[in-house]
C-alpha cells in the first residue's frame, strides 16, 4: 500500500490513463463529457451509470477503486481533476476544501439529511463543499430465522446467546454464534463504533475532535464490552486466528451458504453478498445492533459524497442535480441503494428492507456518522495503517487469552499515539 501523501508510479500512470480516456470518450455532441470519478464498481458502478444517463448532458463514469484519494491526487497533480469526485469519507472533503481544490455547492431544494450529517461536509469557511448522495446503514445483524428464530433485543441477551451457542458449537453441536471478517480492519471498527455510541453517546462525537481522548473511559468502556464478548470460547468459526483470515465477504457466506455461524454484523450492503451466495430459497433477515435498553440501540451511518472540482462549472451542475430525489429512481428501483436524503419516501424503494431503513433514518432519535471515517489523515484506517490494525490486534489478544484489562491497557495506549501523530487527539 502506498504510504499516505506519497503517489506511486503506478497510481500516476493509471490516473494519467484514465485522464486521457476520459477525454477521448467522453466527447458527445461537440463537447466534452462531465467527468466523475467514483470508488464504486461492479454491483455499485452498473445503477449509478443508470442514474446519470438521465442527466440532460453526456457523463462519462471512471471507477477510481478503493484508494481513490491516490487517485484523484495524481490526477490533480497532473492537471487533469475530473469535474466531479465521489468520496467516501468527509475528512477528504474538508482537505481537498482547504488545499482549494473544490467549489462551494448548494443542494437543489428540498434536499435533507440527517442533522448529524449536515455540518460533515463545511468547510473553515462554513460554505459546503460536498453533499450526501449515498448512505449506508451499519447497525445491522443478518440471520437465516431457520437459525434464529428469536433474536436478542438488547446487549446482554446478545452476550447470553453467544455464550449459550459458543458452547454448543464446542461440543461440535452446531454451528458459531458469530461470523466476522476480522481479516478486514474496517469491520471491527464499525462494532467498536456502535459500541461505543451506545455506552458513551456524548463521546462518540468528541473522538472526532483534535482534543480526542483515546485513552478516557469511553473508549475503555468500549473495549471492555467488545472483549466481553469476542473473548467467548467458541464465539467465532475456527476460533479468533481463522477469523483473523476471515474476510468480510467470508463472514456473510459462512451464515448463508455454509451455515458454519448462525448471525454476522454489517451494513444494508452485506445483501449484495446474501443474494450472491445464500444456499435454497429462505431470505436472511436482519434485526438492530443491540443496545442497553429494548428498541434503542445505536445507528451508526456511512457515507458517500459529491463533490465539484474548482473551476468545473459543468461539475457543480451535475452535482446539484444528483441532490433532487428523483436523480436516483433507477437506483432505487434496481436496490441495493439507501439514500440519505429523509425525503425520499420510504414507498419508493424497491425492496421492504431498505423500506424499514429509511424509516429507522427518518424516525431515529441520533443518527451518528461512521466514526473512523472522521478520523484525520492516515489514522482513518486501511489495511495496516491506523485504527485498523490497532483494531485486530486488540482482536487478536482478546480472541488469544489476554486479560481484558491488559488487552484494553496496550490498545488505548496504540489509539492515543496514532491520534497523536495524526493531529487527532491523544
Not at 440532460?56 to 487517485?71: E, K, L, R
Not at 455461524?261 to 451494513?267: D, H, P
Not at 445464500?278 to 456511512?302: H, K, N
Given at each position: 500500500?502506498?504510504?499516505?501523501?506519497r503517489?506511486?508510479?503506478?497510481?500516476?500512470?493509471?490516473?494519467?490513463?484514465?485522464?486521457?480516456?476520459?477525454?477521448?470518450?467522453?466527447?458527445?455532441?461537440?463537447?466534452?463529457?462531465?467527468?466523475?470519478?467514483?470508488?464504486?464498481?461492479?454491483?455499485?458502478?452498473?445503477?449509478?451509470?443508470?442514474?446519470?444517463?438521465?442527466?440532460?448532458?453526456?457523463?462519462?463514469?471512471?471507477?477510481?477503486?478503493?484508494?481513490?484519494?491516490?487517485?484523484l491526487?495524481?490526477?490533480?497533480?497532473?492537471?487533469?481533476?475530473?469535474?466531479?469526485?465521489?468520496?467516501?469519507?468527509?475528512?477528504?472533503?474538508?482537505?481537498?476544501?482547504?488545499?482549494?481544490?473544490?467549489?462551494?455547492?448548494?443542494?437543489?431544494?428540498?434536499?435533507?439529511v440527517?442533522?448529524?450529517?449536515?455540518?460533515?461536509?463545511?468547510?473553515?469557511?462554513?460554505?459546503?463543499?460536498?453533499?450526501?448522495?449515498?448512505?449506508?446503514?451499519k447497525?445491522?445483524?443478518?440471520?437465516?430465522?431457520?437459525?434464529?428464530?428469536?433474536?436478542?433485543?438488547?446487549?446482554?441477551?446478545?452476550?447470553?446467546?453467544?455464550?449459550?451457542?459458543?458452547?454448543?458449537?464446542?461440543?461440535?453441536?452446531?454451528?458459531?454464534?458469530?461470523?466476522?471478517?476480522?481479516?478486514?480492519?474496517?469491520?471491527?471498527?464499525?462494532?467498536?463504533?456502535?459500541?461505543?455510541?451506545?455506552?458513551?453517546?456524548?463521546?462518540?462525537?468528541?473522538?472526532?475532535?483534535?482534543?480526542?481522548?483515546?485513552?478516557?473511559?469511553?473508549?475503555?468502556?468500549?473495549?471492555?464490552?467488545?472483549?466481553?464478548?469476542?473473548?467467548?470460547?467458541?464465539?467465532?468459526?475456527?476460533?479468533?486466528?481463522?477469523?483473523?483470515?476471515?474476510?468480510?465477504?467470508?463472514?456473510?457466506?459462512?451464515?448463508?451458504?455454509?451455515?458454519?455461524?448462525?448471525?454476522?454484523?454489517?451494513?444494508d450492503?452485506?445483501?449484495?453478498?446474501?443474494?450472491?451466495?445464500?444456499?435454497?430459497?429462505e431470505?436472511?433477515?436482519?434485526?438492530?445492533?443491540?443496545g442497553?435498553?429494548?428498541?434503542?440501540?445505536?445507528?451508526?451511518?456511512?457515507?458517500?459524497?459529491?463533490v465539484?472540482?474548482?473551476?468545473?462549472?459543468?461539475?457543480?451542475?451535475?452535482?446539484?442535480?444528483?441532490?433532487?430525489?428523483?436523480?436516483?429512481?433507477?437506483?432505487?428501483?434496481?436496490g441495493?441503494?439507501?439514500?440519505?436524503?429523509?425525503?425520499?419516501?420510504?414507498?419508493?424503494?424497491?425492496?421492504?428492507?431498505?423500506?424499514?431503513?429509511?424509516?429507522?433514518?427518518?424516525?431515529?432519535?441520533?443518527?451518528?456518522?461512521?466514526?473512523?471515517?472522521?478520523?484525520?489523515?492516515?489514522?482513518?484506517?486501511?489495511?495496516?495503517?491506523?485504527?485498523?490494525?490497532?483494531?485486530?490486534?486488540?482482536?487478536?489478544?482478546?480472541?488469544?487469552?489476554?486479560?481484558?484489562?491488559?488487552?484494553?491497557?496496550?490498545?488505548?495506549?496504540?489509539?492515543?499515539?496514532?491520534?497523536?501523530d495524526?493531529?487527532?487527539?491523544?
Amino acid at each position: 500500500m502506498t504510504a499516505p501523501g506519497r503517489l506511486s508510479r503506478r497510481t500516476l500512470l493509471a490516473a494519467a490513463a484514465a485522464g486521457t480516456a476520459t477525454i477521448a470518450t467522453g466527447c458527445s455532441n461537440g463537447g466534452r463529457a462531465v467527468q466523475v470519478a467514483v470508488v464504486w464498481s461492479g454491483g455499485e458502478l452498473v445503477p449509478f451509470r443508470a442514474v446519470v444517463a438521465g442527466y440532460g448532458a453526456p457523463v462519462h463514469v471512471v471507477s477510481a477503486g478503493n484508494d481513490i484519494d491516490a487517485f484523484l491526487r495524481a490526477r490533480q497533480l497532473a492537471g487533469t481533476s475530473p469535474d466531479v469526485a465521489i468520496l467516501p469519507r468527509p475528512g477528504l472533503v474538508i482537505e481537498y476544501a482547504r488545499r482549494g481544490w473544490l467549489s462551494p455547492l448548494n443542494p437543489a431544494p428540498g434536499h435533507g439529511v440527517p442533522g448529524s450529517l449536515a455540518g460533515l461536509l463545511r468547510g473553515d469557511d462554513g460554505q459546503r463543499y460536498g453533499v450526501w448522495v449515498k448512505a449506508a446503514h451499519k447497525s445491522l445483524f443478518w440471520h437465516l430465522p431457520s437459525m434464529l428464530p428469536q433474536p436478542p433485543a438488547t446487549w446482554d441477551e446478545l452476550v447470553l446467546l453467544t455464550r449459550r451457542l459458543a458452547a454448543r458449537a464446542r461440543r461440535d453441536d452446531g454451528p458459531a454464534p458469530l461470523a466476522i471478517g476480522a481479516a478486514d480492519g474496517w469491520v471491527l471498527t464499525d462494532w467498536f463504533e456502535n459500541v461505543l455510541a451506545d455506552v458513551a453517546p456524548d463521546g462518540y462525537d468528541a473522538l472526532a475532535e483534535p482534543s480526542a481522548d483515546w485513552q478516557g473511559r469511553p473508549v475503555r468502556e468500549a473495549l471492555d464490552r467488545l472483549a466481553e464478548i469476542w473473548s467467548i470460547d467458541g464465539a467465532f468459526p475456527g476460533g479468533g486466528r481463522r477469523a483473523l483470515l476471515t474476510q468480510y465477504e467470508e463472514s456473510v457466506i459462512q451464515v448463508v451458504h455454509t451455515r458454519r455461524a448462525v448471525t454476522v454484523f454489517e451494513g444494508d450492503f452485506a445483501d449484495g453478498v446474501a443474494r450472491r451466495f445464500r444456499q435454497g430459497p429462505e431470505e436472511p433477515a436482519t434485526f438492530r445492533f443491540p443496545g442497553v435498553r429494548p428498541g434503542d440501540g445505536p445507528l451508526i451511518v456511512g457515507g458517500d459524497a459529491a463533490v465539484a472540482f474548482a473551476g468545473s462549472r459543468a461539475g457543480v451542475d451535475l452535482v446539484r442535480w444528483l441532490t433532487d430525489a428523483a436523480a436516483f429512481r433507477p437506483w432505487l428501483r434496481a436496490g441495493g441503494y439507501l439514500s440519505p436524503d429523509v425525503t425520499v419516501e420510504p414507498d419508493g424503494y424497491a425492496d421492504p428492507l431498505r423500506q424499514r431503513l429509511a424509516r429507522e433514518m427518518r424516525t431515529a432519535g441520533t443518527v451518528r456518522f461512521d466514526l473512523s471515517d472522521r478520523l484525520p489523515g492516515p489514522f482513518t484506517g486501511s489495511d495496516g495503517v491506523g485504527i485498523w490494525p490497532i483494531m485486530q490486534d486488540f482482536f487478536a489478544d482478546v480472541t488469544d487469552g489476554v486479560p481484558a484489562a491488559e488487552a484494553i491497557r496496550r490498545t488505548t495506549k496504540q489509539l492515543a499515539a496514532a491520534a497523536r501523530d495524526a493531529g487527532g487527539g491523544r
